[in-house]
């Protein structure tokens, strides 16, 4: 299993400032996600982070937007960049396991913008 | 296109027995997953299913069928804490496409 935490759990942010995600897994793994999980809705997969390369992302989401940094293999950040009321959400990374029979998942973000 | 169906809210009384379908049309099948989300927290993993065929995990049990794109999980001896979203997963090849989740009421 993976432990993983985030930081920060939650935040209330002003329109148009940027806030930055950290996730920390208790081991390395080689791909991380994020998602984000709006009110009441299923979880919607922002971008693939791989170390070591550029952060692959999901149709909607563009890299000015969400920039990701992977610097090792236990660690990421995403910011939330320019932020607005609509990317009120809860923001959670996840890993998979070697063996990719399960996808654990952090504690989440919760943002709130005003 | 990726689609994951489920119904939206099911309601069942404690101690009872109920079943969480899902159906699933994607591009690739590598596993399906059902996790279980109380409100406000991260999704919990509950099971995985690759082959076809029922894997019991105590009160939990989840079933595939490949052919038909249908899984179901089965909860037992309901209790007050199962009141939670069950969300079903399929990783298509190699991201997991979400269903909407089914939102479990339970009734004493």
């Known amino acids: 299993s993976a432990v993983i935490s985030q930081k920060p759990s939650r935040d209330i942010c002003q329109r148009g400032t940027s806030l930055t995600i950290q996730c920390q897994v208790d081991s390395q793994v080689t791909m991380m996600f994020w998602y984000r999980q709006q009110p009441g809705q299923s979880l919607t997969l922002i971008a693939t982070a791989n170390q070591g390369s550029e952060a692959t992302y999901e149709s909607g989401f563009v890299i000015d937007k969400f920039p990701i940094s992977r610097p090792n293999l236990t660690f990421s950040t995403l910011t939330v960049s320019n932020m607005s009321p609509e990317d009120s959400s809860i923001y959670l990374c996840?890993?998979?396991?070697?063996?990719?029979?399960?996808?654990?998942f952090g504690p989440g973000t919760r943002l709130t913008v005003l | 296109g990726q689609n994951i169906d489920q119904p939206t809210e099911m309601t069942a009384t404690e101690g009872a027995i109920v079943q969480i379908n899902c159906t699933y049309q994607t591009s690739g099948f590598n596993g399906l997953f059902w996790y279980q989300q109380h409100a406000g927290e991260a999704p919990t993993f509950l099971s995985y299913n690759v082959l076809d065929g029922l894997e019991e995990k105590g009160r939990f049990s989840s079933f595939l069928s490949r052919s038909k794109g249908y899984s179901y999980l089965l909860l037992k001896e309901l209790q007050m804490k199962d009141s939670a979203s069950y969300l079903c997963a399929v990783r298509a090849p190699y991201q997991l496409i979400w269903g909407a989740g089914t939102k479990l009421i339970i009734k004493p």
């Open positions: 996840s890993v998979d396991t070697s063996e990719g029979d399960t996808q654990y």
